[in-house]
């Protein structure tokens, strides 16, 4: 057999026992596993937030109108199909989707609790959309048993009715407010709001009591929807049409994003494009640990090997050239069934991704320029960074040593992190451009770039670019590893290593006067 | 007469520092040539040219017939001073990787190393990690390695070191079999006694240039005789002769001492001071030893560092 791909295949072997070489094929569906998992944690961990209204507005309507605004809108979530639809249309079908659903569904089974309590199953959806008020306390005391609130957590929607909790108290004394604030300052509420005598005066100042300042969400909640039902009941007092009240609510709008195609027709920019826009970043991030975990395999391999002084012997039998090509070759065959292994994993987990998310994961993930990209980029990133870190590792007789010489390495390589997001966003602009034509930064900025693929000139002249700087890189490598690989005691300083670069093959540079040379 | 290796005006530099200085050796196939020098000398610098590691500033190098070196390197076997193998690999397939990288075949490696770890004792070991190893096992396995492809020519830089009697007898044997066997064996040393028990021939170098070159026989012969004693008493007495004008040089081990009369001085007057001082079981003339001669060639600075 070729001693290069004997050296390879030895180095393949190698890896396949080392540690290394599984963490890399685990890390990534691990690390996924544990994004979800903890995602899922925290979300289950924030507690659900105690509040109390004290609402001195004429028999509590606003707080009454808030919640029911309020749930009306967390039941819509589970309602298919566009908003564009008719109130009469949109009351019809979710009619029929309540109908479809399983005896065990809980928003069926909420159905079943308000209409056994009396209200009436066509009260549920009326045509302003909001519920009968006495269908409030039903719901609200059916949400909160843990068993049925788990139901409606396993749905996925994300609900106010979960998230906020509801508190009232029967009797606070004469100082009402001064009870709530006892019950905050113990930790016993979240807040409590204070709602003034009359919300519509618009002078009228209503108030919020809570000792956190950083979670401002349930304020937001509140103050989204009591200002809807001011500004309803405002324009009810008004006296005005529907035609006159839609067009003063009406803002300005948007249709969805367009984009132009190949053909040159528009047609409408999906959740899928915008989400594959940006999904580039994620890729050029794998790409960069890829790169970076197989070549400091190199550098690792080469330093041990060298200080395991087995390299003369190798040496008695291939030449410094066969031995440098059959470790890059060795290693970066294992990189690649890293990221192998990665493609099929994500192919695997989108497959079990949640559906919910109105976006086809599987097409972004599959998209083949994607796939394609990361691994052309891969095993030019790769050769790159290896024929620059073979060559460290070979003048170098320990990993410390190795880690000042690789310092200008590191920061060179924080660049195409660091450029990951402007690039995504501006992925034709100046800036991709001219690091696309850095060699060192071309495999991750052509990754980066490819979600608005640049014009196959660029393609052409950017692999070029990655040709020519890997035959100069290796060139370089290869003289200096045939010195550096035999060379013990001090490193040498980066001019010496330069001078060498100029030596004909077989000249030797002075430092290598050492105890090696016996 | 057939020659493994010739060296023709061979000069190797790195920089300003010559390592190797118009070296010219040729080594009769068949023969066991012993290296000897002190370090930093040039042998590792000629034998590494010979391994085609290096290549020469000028000269030539001939291997096996070969003027390029590197074209018969699977003809050779090469064990470096400085050992080590693959800690996680196993024993086993280290002596295989090895033959395979001298261009055997996966197959006939794998049954050769075999073979060879169960001849020299290792069969318990085949299928352990190289980590495991002492370090005189250790060396043993490098040896198999670099013997498994049945090398023509056969470089062995400090083979002794660090060995245990055993082993020690084991490598000369092994040594010995391979000069039976037609092989040509060239060996670093620096141990004397190991070059004058096994080797036909003698190479010294020392500063870069050859001192010394020829079969031992030769050379012992070219230097004139000294007397040997062995004594058990006080050697204090040898150096008291060499105050006194009697004695060119000593070399006292202790129970064993060589001495050189300064010229017209006769032996027998020497054995005439030492009767009586210390307890005399042997006084022969005879050729230097290697150890003698390589002092004198090195000279005194090499002693006193």
Known sequence: ?518 | MEYALTLSNVTKRFGNFTAVDDLSLRIPTGSIYGFIGPNGAGKTTTIRMVMSIFYPDEGKITVLGSDRPESVKDRLGYLPEEKGLYKTMRVGEIVAYFGKLKGMSNREATDRAHELLVRYGASEWIDRKCQALSKGMGQKVQLLGTLIHGPELVILDEPFSGLDPVNMELMRNTILDMKREGRTVIFSTHVMKQAEEICDYIFMIHRAKKVLDGTLSEIRASYEKGIQVDYDGDGAVFRDLQNRGLLERINDSGKTCELFPRAGVDPQEVLAHLVGRIQIRRFDLREPSLHEIFVRNVGAEVIAS
Request: glycine letters at 6%; one cysteine or more.
């Open chain 1, 1 to 518: 057999m070729n001693k290069t791909l004997l050296v390879a295949q030895r180095e393949f072997a190698e890896n396949m026992r080392t540690k290394t070489f599984w963490l890399g094929i685990l890390s990534f569906p691990i690390l996924i596993a544990i994004a979800i998992f903890v995602g899922k944690l925290f979300e289950q961990s924030k507690d659900v937030r105690r509040y109390a209204i004290l609402d001195h507005s004429e028999g509590q309507w606003l707080s009454r109108a808030v919640l029911d605004r309020s749930l009306t809108e967390d039941l819509a979530k589970f309602e298919p199909g566009e908003d564009s639809a008719t109130s009469e249309e949109r009351k019809e079908r979710f009619r029929e989707w309540i109908e479809s659903l399983d005896e065990d569904h809980p928003i069926r089974q909420l159905r079943e609790a308000l209409v056994s309590a009396g209200i009436d199953e066509s009260a549920m959806n009326r045509p302003d959309g909001t519920l009968p008020p006495e269908a409030l306390p039903i719901i609200l005391s059916w949400a909160s048993d843990p068993a049925h609130a788990k139901a409606l957590e396993k749905l996925g929607r994300d609900l106010a009715l979960l998230d906020y909790r509801l508190v009232e108290y029967d009797d606070l004394g004469g100082d009402p407010e001064r009870e709530l604030r006892r019950r905050v300052k113990d930790g016993e509420l979240f807040a409590f709001f204070v709602i003034d005598a009359d919300p519509l005066d618009l002078d009228s100042r209503s108030r919020y009591v809570s000792n956190n300042k950083s979670d401002d969400d349930l304020r937001k909640w509140f103050s989204r929807h009591a200002t809807e039902v001011v500004r309803a009941e405002r324009i009810e007092r008004l006296d005005l049409t529907d035609r006159e009240v839609a067009s003063i609510e009406a803002g300005f709008r948007f249709a969805e994003q367009e984009q132009v195609n190949d053909s040159g027709e528009s047609e409408t920019v999906t959740k899928e494009d915008k989400l594959g826009a940006h999904a580039p970043i994620a890729f050029v991030y794998l790409l960069w640990i890829a790169v970076f975990t197989a070549a400091n395999m190199l550098l690792t391999n080469t330093i041990e090997e060298k200080s395991n002084r087995l390299i003369e012997v190798l040496l008695s039998s291939v030449s410094p050239l066969q031995l440098m090509a059959g470790k890059v070759i060795g290693i970066g065959a294992t990189g690649l069934t890293i990221v192998a292994s990665w493609v099929v994993s994500a192919m695997i987990g989108v497959q079990f991704a949640p559906q919910g998310l109105g976006v086809d994961l599987g097409a972004i993930v599959g998209n083949p320029l994607y796939l394609g990209s990361f691994v052309a980029y891969f095993l030019a990133g790769y050769l790159l960074y290896a024929a620059v870190l073979v060559a460290i590792g070979s003048v170098c007789n320990s990993l410390k040593e190795a880690q000042s010489l690789m310092q200008p390495v590191f920061i060179l390589l924080m660049v195409p992190l660091i450029a990951m997001v402007p690039v995504v966003q501006d992925p034709n602009g100046t800036m991709a451009k001219v690091l696309t034509y850095i060699p060192l930064f071309t495999p991750f900025l052509m990754m980066n770039r490819a979600a608005a693929p640049p014009p196959a000139w660029e393609y052409a002249a950017s692999s070029i670019v990655i040709l020519v700087a890997l035959v100069i890189a290796f060139w370089g490598a290869a003289k200096i590893f045939r010195i550096g690989i035999l060379m013990t005691g001090k490193p040498p300083k980066i001019r010496e290593i330069l001078g060498w670069l100029r030596a004909p093959v077989g000249i030797v540079g002075s430092p290598a006067r050492d105890s090696s040379t016996r």
